[in-house]
């Protein structure tokens, strides 16, 4: 039995010039209790969405519903919905007791009951000695964190974050990351979180909804959209992935054989509808190739092996980046854990590299446009590829 739609996006579109659809016909369920991320490049819709269910922004078409209620003609302060921005967007002429009260003050709640709910609030961000301090005398993860409180003080039923991390420090940001993990827990919270980090969206998340030109390319768990990417942009996007193009030989059911460009014929788990003939990308996760010599023994007949030349070796800590050519324009990066218990290639040498079958995907060269509704529960170039847009949307 599935779970009911706490949250349901239902045919909506968004469009500021009508004629560009920055959302195209957006159908997505949320489950109460989710923490839901969206996840896309600048320009992706993603925060588009986030303003409409919050209501700064009305949908040109389709509907909103939170808890089977129309929300499309209720203004934001009447939806029962918390908001965090990246700024913070604290009152510095207020105390940080006043700026979590505020919510409060608004929605008319007595003097005594603020008191008590303020003070809780302050407990549980374990800020409860800073209510008499001004914003401007708090770090940047202490601002945050009073964002966070403001915004869960009324108990709201939902609780949207716009890039809430995207100003802090990369310490300071994974500390965050598990503190609003740790309160999603805690107060079962219904989050829609708006991201442009695949990490973050990776570690935080129940479910990821990948944006691109105002669709939604695919909504799952991090470990399928990781594992099993349902096209080029999907596993272009999310981590890290060896993008190495070819011509699909045969099609035998789940498994297709590639064609590289310099003769190697590659089998892997494919997407659906895929023809002999077509182009086609070969997704493979740096991790999962190996260096036969360098961490394993030569692959048996359950993996693919193919020749290269190692151009350079780079010291990451944890593990060694080694980047490879094979044959005359494709390239490649295999990750080597630093586990110093075998010898490293050298520039300039010709090895073997090994990949088992079902750690591959073979996907359409370039990814569709559109994606069909997802409810709960030109191509690229043929090098390593990780996406790491610079901008919110």
């Known amino acids: 039995m599935s779970t009911p739609s706490f949250i349901s996006f239902s045919g909506v579109s968004k469009s500021y010039d009508g004629a560009h659809y920055v959302v195209d016909d957006l159908n997505l369920d949320v489950r109460k209790g989710e923490f839901l991320s969206l996840l896309g490049p600048s320009g992706s819709g993603k925060t588009t969405t986030l303003m409409m269910l919050a209501g700064f922004e009305s949908p040109t078409?389709?509907?909103?519903?939170?808890?089977?209620?129309?929300?499309?003609?209720?203004?934001?302060?009447?939806?029962?919905?918390?908001?965090?921005?990246?700024?913070?967007?604290?009152?510095?002429?207020?105390?940080?007791?006043?700026?979590?009260?505020?919510?409060?003050?608004?929605?008319?709640?007595?003097?005594?009951?603020?008191?008590?709910?303020?003070?809780?609030?302050?407990?549980?961000?374990?800020?409860?000695?800073?209510?008499?301090?001004?914003?401007?005398?708090?770090?940047?993860?202490?601002?945050?964190?009073?964002?966070?409180?403001?915004?869960?003080?009324?108990?709201?039923?939902?609780?949207?974050?716009?890039?809430?991390?995207?100003a802090l420090d990369k310490r300071l940001?994974?500390?965050?990351?598990?503190?609003?993990?740790?309160?999603?827990?805690?107060?079962?919270?219904?989050?829609?979180?708006?991201?442009?980090?695949?990490?973050?969206?990776?570690?935080?998340?129940?479910?990821?909804?990948?944006?691109?030109?105002?669709?939604?390319q695919q909504a799952a768990t991090p470990t399928e959209l990781y594992e099993n990417a349902h096209n080029a942009f999907v596993a272009n996007f999310v981590g890290e992935n060896n993008g190495l193009m070819g011509r699909v030989v045969n099609v035998d059911q789940r498994w297709a054989t590639l064609a590289l460009s310099d003769g190697n014929m590659i089998r892997g788990r494919c997407e659906s509808g895929l023809l002999p003939g077509d182009e086609a990308m070969l997704a493979l996760r740096p991790e999962r190739a190996h260096i036969p010599g360098a961490e394993s023994a030569r692959a048996d007949g359950h993996s693919n092996v193919v020749r290269a030349r190692v151009e350079e070796l780079v010291y990451c800590g944890d593990h060694h980046r080694v980047h490879l050519t094979l044959g005359s324009r494709d390239s490649m990066v295999v990750k080597v854990p630093n586990t110093q218990r075998?010898?490293?290639?050298?520039?300039?040498?010709?090895?073997?590299?090994?990949?088992?079958?079902?750690?591959?995907?073979?996907?359409?060269?370039?990814?569709?446009?559109?994606?069909?509704?997802?409810?709960?529960?030109?191509?690229?170039?043929?090098s390593i590829i990780k996406t790491a847009p610079a901008g919110a949307n």
């Not at 914003?135 to 009073?146: D, E, F, K, N, T």
């Not at 973050?200 to 669709?215: H, I, K, N, P, Q």
């Not at 090994?354 to 359409?364: E, P, Q, S, V, Y």
């Open 61 to 166: 078409h389709g509907e909103i519903r939170l808890d089977g209620k129309r929300l499309d003609d209720k203004p934001p302060h009447q939806r029962d919905i918390g908001m965090v921005f990246q700024n913070y967007a604290l009152f510095p002429h207020l105390t940080i007791a006043e700026n979590v009260a505020f919510p409060l003050s608004v929605r008319r709640v007595s003097r005594a009951e603020q008191k008590t709910r303020v003070k809780r609030a302050l407990e549980m961000i374990e800020l409860p000695h800073l209510g008499n301090r001004r914003p401007a005398q708090l770090s940047g993860g202490q601002q945050q964190r009073v964002a966070l409180a403001r915004a869960l003080v009324f108990e709201p039923s939902v609780v949207l974050m716009d890039e809430p991390l995207g």
């Open 342 to 382: 075998h010898a490293l290639p050298r520039a300039g040498d010709h090895i073997e590299v090994a990949w088992r079958h079902d750690d591959c995907k073979i996907l359409a060269a370039a990814a569709p446009r559109s994606a069909p509704a997802i409810q709960s529960p030109t191509a690229p170039s043929p």
């Open 173 to 216: 940001r994974e500390t965050m990351q598990y503190e609003i993990m740790r309160l999603h827990r805690e107060l079962s919270l219904t989050i829609v979180y708006v991201t442009h980090d695949q990490a973050e969206a990776l570690t935080m998340s129940d479910r990821v909804a990948v944006f691109s030109d105002g669709r939604i």
